[in-house]
Nanobody, 120 residues
Framework: QEQLVESGGGLVQAGGSLRLSCVAS????????MGWFRQAPGKEREFVAA????????YYSDSVKGRFTISRDNAKNTVYLQMNSLKPEDTAVYYC?????????????WGQGTQVTVSS
């Protein structure tokens, strides 16, 4: 049973930083592309960042480009999202996801989410 567990969320002031982690219990972690998505109250879930299975290629939404960095450690079955220069509009539940191919939309497996709150 594939399982993704996020951690690292919390409350931070605007301009601050957080690092999210997602540990994936999947049969072959290095065969999966990984993504991060977020959903703010009253809004649809949106793509944030993605990384290919090898880690060689990364993709970002325009709203986080230059502030967030996605990375992975295949030896630890873990994907990270380093979030810098946080803004109140980054407040959302953040989800990690796994898929055989990298995409900005549909993923096969999802975590339960971790809350990020940015105060002004």
């Amino acid at each position: 049973q594939e399982q993704l567990v996020e951690s690292g969320g919390g409350l931070v002031q605007a301009g601050g930083s957080l690092r999210l982690s997602c540990v994936a219990s999947v049969r072959t972690f290095n065969a999966y592309a990984m993504g991060w998505f977020r959903q703010a109250p009253g809004k649809e879930r949106e793509f944030v960042a993605a990384i290919t299975s090898s880690g060689h290629n990364t993709y970002y939404s325009d709203s986080v480009k230059g502030r967030f960095t996605i990375s992975r450690d295949n030896a630890k079955n873990t994907v990270y999202l380093q979030m810098n220069s946080l803004k109140p509009e980054d407040t959302a539940v953040y989800y990690c996801a796994a898929n055989p191919v990298v995409t900005t939309t549909s993923y096969a497996y999802w975590g339960q989410g971790t809350q990020v709150t940015v105060s002004s």
